[in-house]
T-cell receptor, first 111, second 110 residues
Framework: GNSVTQMEGPVTLSEEAFLTINCTYT??????LFWYVQYPGEGLQLLLK?????DKGSNKGFEATYRKETTSFHLEKGSVQVSDSAVYFC??????????FGGGTRLMVKP | DSGVTQTPKHLITATGQRVTLRCSPR?????VYWYQQSLDQGLQFLIQ???????AKGNILERFSAQQFPDLHSELNLSSLELGDSALYFC?????????FGQGTRLTVV
């Protein structure tokens, strides 16, 4: 079946630090990959996506590259801000059905 | 704003009771998904409907049921509630591979 594994948090960084949140997946075929972000008290928002191997998704300074050879979709940002503090979820969608989510990684950015 | 509307935002009820959560999808989306988010289980897929028909079923308890109506809104019914059912319940809608989430309903069972 499908599964997503992402690094456990919390990840605590100082403002302007470099961020990496690791995500690996198991799936048959060619899934689409996503990062969602959940700010405190809110629902999940789509942050970025990639639909095929070597695609790079990017949004708001975040980016992630679909690596089929390592079955990974790591999230990166060059300089985090306090406002980036949230929970980040990696997810995949196979065959147009429901999303399979990782466990979520809480990011805390300190001024 | 994702365009997905969930009501109510908060719900407090007693054990053994029954509640109904409502979801209005984005305009034009035929698929509706229900997810449960709890501290110990993370985000769990419950069920998907597509244009009124059940499409996929996940870890949904027998005490829970859902339906999608002709106007495409969906309801999730939770009955014989237990303390462990306290969680955030999200509805999402989408087409193709993307899903857009509502703000969720926070259910507290006391």
């Amino acid at each position: 079946g499908n599964s997503v594994t992402q690094m456990e948090g919390p990840v605590t960084l100082s403002e302007e630090a470099f961020l990496t949140i690791n995500c690996t997946y198991t799936a048959t075929g060619y899934p689409s990959l996503f990062w969602y972000v959940q700010y405190p008290g809110e629902g999940l928002q789509l942050l970025l996506k990639a639909t095929k191997a070597d695609d790079k998704g990017s949004n708001k300074g975040f980016e992630a590259t679909y690596r089929k050879e390592t079955t990974s979709f790591h999230l990166e940002k060059g300089s985090v801000q306090v406002s980036d503090s949230a929970v980040y979820f990696c997810a995949l969608n196979n065959a147009g059905n429901m999303l399979t989510f990782g466990g979520g990684t809480r990011l805390m950015v300190k001024p | 704003d994702s365009g997905v509307t969930q009501t109510p935002k908060h719900l407090i009820t007693a054990t053994g009771q029954r509640v109904t959560l409502r979801c209005s999808p984005r305009s034009g989306d035929l698929s509706v998904y229900w997810y449960q988010q709890s501290l110990d289980q993370g985000l769990q897929f419950l069920i998907q409907y597509y244009n009124g028909e059940e499409r996929a079923k996940g870890n949904i308890l027998e005490r829970f049921s859902a339906q999608q109506f002709p106007d495409l809104h969906s309801e999730l019914n939770l009955s014989s509630l237990e303390l462990g059912d306290s969680a955030l319940y999200f509805c999402a809608s989408g087409k193709n591979t993307e899903a857009f989430f509502g703000q969720g309903t926070r259910l507290t069972v006391v």
